[in-house]
């Protein structure tokens, strides 16, 4: 494994549409050093998949995460139960988990009765996917993983608190915007020019949509999944059961939370648990010490806590394809 710096592995995931000539700005690094070193990412596979996160609640969405446990035995019978996963249009992510659940996914439905049809269809598509939790996420809270920085300069610009989900009014697009979605949901990465020919419409228009849809907060940014293995990213999924919560307490809960730098996104949820916390860190005990001081500082609305190791992700996308 070359070695990564880490600065560039922060602005290639944190925005994949960042162009060579910016990003050699903001590192004060030479555009041929980083094509390079984004290269090296790439082919050793620390950065994959790029996806566009857009807020699906203004689609009138609903988002839904499934948490299987003993799904398959074998890396032959895990790669067969993710290729079929992957071909179903309404799942949306999917991911392995070491621990209590073996894996997840997220789909997203207008309704709870079209969820529950599509998760039957899995089911019977998969039958060792036969013992499941189900939670509705409502809302979802993501922070740049700013513990890969020196200092915090490169967050310029960038928003510390990119909020999807919730109670949302549902927009009609049209169908040029609906066109200039589906190719940035296909590659977030493409080009403009290609985007475009994709789309069917021309590049000053392809690009007055990209720029309307980021100010009304239809589309939040343009990530790249990475590979936690492959960087020694120790990566973390906390679940929590809270009680007692009075709104004084809740938004103190969300300052502490926008204050780690090892938290990197939140998920608020209805179901067995009521959040869900994803903590990275390059060394364990920085997560050791954020879990602890959590619990010392919310112990008095923290009823139960468990934790699963987040190994890796298959699939990452905010809409789901039959759109």
């Known amino acids: 494994m070359s070695k990564i710096d880490k600065e560039s592995l922060f602005v290639f995931t944190e925005n ?10 903001m590192l004060k690094k030479t555009p041929q050093r980083l094509k390079y070193s984004f290269r090296v990412m790439e082919n050793e596979g620390v950065l994959s998949k790029p996806f566009c996160i857009f807020d699906y609640s ?30 179903n249009p ?19 439905a207008p309704n709870p009765s079209r969820f529950n049809k599509e998760l039957k269809k899995v089911a019977d598509l998969v039958k060792t996917l036969n013992t499941y939790k189900v939670v509705l996420n409502l809302v979802t809270h993501i922070y740049p993983r700013t513990y890969l920085l020196k200092s915090n300069e490169l967050l310029m610009g960038r928003e510390n608190d990119v909020i999807i989900g919730g109670d949302r009014e549902i927009e009609q697009f049209t169908s040029n915007e609906m066109a200039v ?7 977030p990465m493409m080009k403009l020019t ?13 690009k007055s949509i990209i720029k309307d849809l980021e100010s009304r907060n239809i589309i939040e940014g343009y990530k790249r999944i990475v590979d936690p293995n492959k960087m020694g990213i120790n990566k973390f999924r906390l679940f929590l059961k809270l009680h007692n919560v009075t709104q004084e307490r809740d938004n103190q ?11 990197i996104q939140l998920n608020r949820t209805v179901g067995d648990w009521d ?49």
């Open 194 to 206: 290609v985007l475009s020919k994709e789309a069917g419409i021309n590049v000053r228009t392809s």
């Open 58 to 87: 203004r689609f009138g969405l609903i988002l839904f995460r499934v948490y299987f446990k003993g799904g398959y035995i074998g890396e032959k019978d895990k790669e067969s139960v993710i290729n079929k996963l992957i071909q």
């Open 275 to 323: 959040m869900e916390v994803d903590i990275e860190a390059l060394d364990k005990t920085a997560i050791r010490r954020v879990i602890h001081n959590m619990r010392q500082e919310f112990m008095d609305v923290i009823e139960t806590f468990n934790m699963i190791e987040f190994y890796q992700y298959y699939k990452r996308a905010y809409l789901p394809m039959y759109l």
């Open 16 to 25: 994949s549409r960042t162009r060579l000539k910016d990003a050699s700005i």
């Open 90 to 108: 309404h799942v949306i992510s999917i991911y392995e988990l070491s621990g209590e659940f073996d894996l997840a996914i997220e789909m997203a």
């Open 253 to 263: 809960m969300l300052d502490y939370m926008i204050s780690k730098k090892e938290i």
């Open 181 to 187: 979605m589906g190719a940035l949901l296909k590659n």
